[in-house]
């Protein structure tokens, strides 16, 4: 029984290993996003005076 039990907790971490692998090109691609979104508005902020309320609004420029 144990070595049933091994086997499934094998597999299942591959599986996740493998997942992990295939997504990363697309996680990559939001995080790097994310980080520049985050730094545009540090530097919109901080350096442009644009207000806080223009740079957390940014879901207004989808038309509705």
């Known amino acids: 029984m144990k070595r049933k039990d091994n086997?499934?907790?094998t597999f299942i971490i591959g599986a996740i290993i493998?997942?992990?692998f295939v997504?990363?090109?697309f996680l990559y691609k939001a995080l790097l996003y994310g980080a520049?979104?985050?730094l545009w508005g540090f530097?919109?902020?901080f350096v442009g005076n644009v207000p806080l309320?223009?740079?957390l609004s940014w879901w207004t420029v989808f038309p509705e």
Do not use: D, L, N, T
Request: hydrophobic share 50%; no cysteine.
């Open 43 to 45: 530097m919109a902020y």
């Open 36 to 38: 520049a979104y985050v």
């Open 53 to 55: 309320s223009e740079i």
């Open 18 to 20: 493998i997942a992990f």
């Open 7 to 9: 086997r499934k907790r």
């Open 23 to 25: 997504s990363f090109p």
